[in-house]
T-cell receptor, first 111, second 113 residues
Framework: QQPVQSPQAVILREGEDAVINCSSSKALYSVHWYRQKHGEAPVFLMI?????EQKGHEKISASFNEKKQQSSLYLTASQLSYSGTYFCGTEIGSNDYKLSFGAGTTVTVRA | DAGVTQSPTHLIKTRGQHVTLRCSPISGHKSVSWYQQVLGQGPQFIFQYYEKEERGRGNFPDRFSARQFPNYSSELNVNALLLGDSALYLC????????????FGQGTRLTVV
C-alpha cells in the first residue's frame, strides 16, 4: 500500500524552511527519501531504518517515528537547488523486496 | 564510473505489440528493480531481482515479466501493450536488497499508440 505524502506542493523563498510528511497505514521497516528534478531520474537522499533514527544530508534531515508509522523530511534554509519533487518510499518488512512510493511533494524554491 | 544505463531512451509501440526494455546496473550491484512512473505520480514498483531471482512483484498484470542475467543486467518485457502502459519505465540498481540506497537510470519513455 502506498504511503501518503503531504503537502502536495509547497512554495518557498530561499532561506525558508519546510516539512514534508509521509505516513503509512502499515507498520514500516524503512523509509527512503528521493528527490526528482524535472526530466531527471530520482536521486537518493537518505534511508531511515526501524529504530527511530534521524539522518541528515547537508541541510536536509529526516526523522522516522515507527510507532506512528510516519516520517518527516526537513528542508532547512532552503536553496534554489532544493526545488524538485520529493518522494518517500516505504518497506514494510525486513524481507520486503517492495519499495512503495508516495505521490510526491513538489517543492519550488524562489529567489 | 558508469551509472545505471537503460535502453532504449524512447520507444513508440502500437497497441497489442510486445516490448523489451533493458537495464545495466552499476558494476558490483546485484539488485535491480523496475518501476513504472506515470506523469505526475510516484514510481510504481513492478519487480525486484536479487542475485538473478525474483524477490518482489508489484500489482501488475501477468503481461509484465522480467528477468536478470548472470551479469546482473535485466530485461523488462511487456506483452499485448495497452494505451495505459504509456509511461516512463525506471530501472534502479542497488548493492544489496532490500533497504539499501537505490540508483536510478534515466528511464525509457514508452508511448503506446
Amino acid at each position: 500500500q502506498q504511503p501518503v505524502q503531504s503537502p502536495q506542493a509547497v512554495i518557498l523563498r530561499e532561506g525558508e524552511d519546510a516539512v514534508i510528511n509521509c505516513s503509512s497505514s502499515k507498520a514500516l521497516y524503512s523509509v527512503h527519501w528521493y528527490r526528482q528534478k524535472h526530466g531527471e531520474a530520482p536521486v537518493f537522499l537518505m534511508i531511515l531504518l526501524k529504530g527511530g533514527e534521524q539522518k541528515g544530508h547537508e541541510k536536509i534531515s529526516a526523522s522516522f517515528n515507527e510507532k506512528k508509522q510516519q516520517s518527516s523530511l526537513y528542508l532547512t534554509a532552503s536553496q534554489l537547488s532544493y526545488s524538485g519533487t520529493y518522494f518517500c518510499g516505504t518497506e514494510i518488512g525486513s524481507n520486503d523486496y517492495k519499495l512503495s512510493f508516495g505521490a510526491g511533494t513538489t517543492v519550488t524554491v524562489r529567489a | 564510473d558508469a551509472g545505471v544505463t537503460q535502453s532504449p531512451t524512447h520507444l513508440i509501440k502500437t497497441r497489442g505489440q510486445h516490448v523489451t526494455l533493458r537495464c545495466s546496473p552499476i558494476s558490483g550491484h546485484k539488485s535491480v528493480s523496475w518501476y513504472q512512473q506515470v506523469l505526475g505520480q510516484g514510481p510504481q514498483f513492478i519487480f525486484q531481482y536479487y542475485e538473478k531471482e525474483e524477490r518482489g512483484r508489484g500489482n501488475f498484470p501477468d503481461r509484465f515479466s522480467a528477468r536478470q542475467f548472470p551479469n546482473y543486467s535485466s530485461e523488462l518485457n511487456v506483452n499485448a501493450l495497452l494505451l495505459g502502459d504509456s509511461a516512463l519505465y525506471l530501472c534502479a540498481s542497488s548493492l544489496e536488497a532490500p533497504y539499501t540506497e537505490a540508483f536510478f537510470g534515466q528511464g525509457t519513455r514508452l508511448t503506446v499508440v
